[in-house]
């Protein structure tokens, strides 16, 4: 096939991309036997002239005729491949700990090679577990077991969904999960898109189907099963414990226990396993009208064109300011895990369609900001930011709240301006510096303003920020060696909860690598 890079195509005229494909390349239509979009992207630098910049690969006779013309060559798709076997024999089968991106991939990267893993996840199947959330937001009863945290599909199943990475594919296993996705029932414009995404709608049933394919390759995934403890002869993993009271004897444990795994954290470091302290990010939730997002992004093309994202940075002397996971037409969704905090997250449908745009907006924390130099303090860090917004949210679930202006004038707001906060179960107006590090406050008022200088009405007075946001990524490295295994041999620290990956994407290829990695050491028997 023939691959068309750069080709500029007017918002009104997307769909007559053949006919665009036919002019440049001086041919009729008809000459083109096939078509695929393989990267598209919005590009609004100039607002009065925006566009689609799209590359595609067409099937068209004596391709080397049109290898001179700009922009086109050979398209040459790298497909994944799993790797050869091991020679280390293993009797026992894998064990996956979490249900998220990266255990997802991990077990079915297993599975496709023939060793049947077990997976367990301390949450439940995706339909009881948005019963149990949707039980939180509308009437602030937290299950400590299945909320926006624990269950299938992870944390991921209750955003966005963002598909996007800053790392080239050079392997496939970027275009193996997003074959995955659609396969299990995802929309088929993520394979292009520069921004993919699925939604949480799309989420719920894509994570199910993935689910349903690694059982019939043989995988077992037990729900409601916490790991509780670690059995370990003579420097390697030989069994497992989990809810206080199962064995599972194995060989090969993949700790893939997301972000916000605390107990197992603890757990893991009183049994000597290495683990480092990580910078991280906190902030808030901003909220704006997405009309006004559109409209700053977009100028006339505002109602032409998908709802707009943006991504700001600012930076001081030795803070940095940014945003960070915007959901577009979505809202802002309460995803504590323990009882007594409160924790803001983000999330969107596929459409999109909501009223208000949000982001993070979240400053970088660093290990001299924890209390001390214990490899989980940055954990204890989290926490007592989140224990702070409970308290000044009410104590009830509610999250603390502050319109931009007045948080820009160190005034507790009083009441709501043109910006409805989309947070269930409620919010309290208050001053957000009251639950927030000092440093934190005034790095975010510079940004704010900048920001708005950037992104025009970013800094509107009525925008609404709601805390806390702490969860941005794990507070902990959980160490690797160079076969990718802890300091107890057949343990494997995998994705966003290990320290190695910020994103469905990042995570779910992290599996990849290190069910790869499992399988070129070792060659299950059964």
Known sequence: MLKISNLKVKVEEISKINKLIAKKLKIKEELITDLSVIRQSIDARDKSNI???????????????????????????????????????INKRPVVVGFGPSGMFAALILAEAGYKPIVIERGKRVDEREKDIIEFWKNGNLNEESNVQYGEGGAGTFSDGKLTTLTKDKSGRFAKVLNEFVLAGAPEDILYKAKPHIGTDYLKLVVKNIREKIINLGGEIVFSSKLTDIDITDGKISSIEINNDKKINTDVLMLCIGHSARDTFEMLYDKNINIEQKDFSVGVRIEHPQDLINESQYGDFADSL????????????????????????????????????????????????????????????????????????????????????????????????????????????????????????????????????????????????????????????????????????????ITRNEINQTNISGIYPVGEGAGYAGGIMSAAVDGMRMAESVIKLYLYKK
């Open 51 to 89: 566009f689609y910049n799209c590359s595609v690969a067409i099937e068209i006779e004596n391709e080397e005729k049109y290898l001179k013309t700009k922009d086109v060559s050979i398209y040459k798709k790298v497909n994944y491949s799993i790797p050869e076997k091991g020679n280390l024999e």
């Open 306 to 477: 998908p709802a707009a994202e943006y991504k700001l940075v600012h930076h001081e002397e030795d803070r940095s300011a940014y945003t960070f996971c915007m959901c577009p037409g979505g809202k802002v969704v309460a995803s504590a895990s323990e009882e007594n905090m409160v924790v803001t997250n983000g999330m969107s449908e596929y459409k999109r369609d909501s009223e208000n745009a949000n982001s993070a907006l979240l400053v970088g924390v660093k290990k001299d900001d924890f209390a001390s130099i214990h490899p989980l303090a940055g954990m204890y860090f989290q926490r007592e930011l989140e224990k702070k917004a409970f308290e000044l949210g009410g104590k009830n679930y509610n999250a603390p709240a502050q319109l931009v202006g007045d948080f820009l004038n160190d005034k507790a707001s009083i009441r709501l301006g043109k910006v409805k906060p989309t947070y269930e179960p409620g919010i309290k107006l208050t001053n957000l510096s009251e639950c927030l590090p000092d440093y934190v406050v005034e790095t975010m008022r510079k940004a704010l303003t900048n920001m708005g200088r950037k992104l025009k009405g970013f800094d509107m007075d009525d925008a609404i920020m709601t805390a806390v946001e702490t969860r941005t990524s794990s507070p902990v490295r």
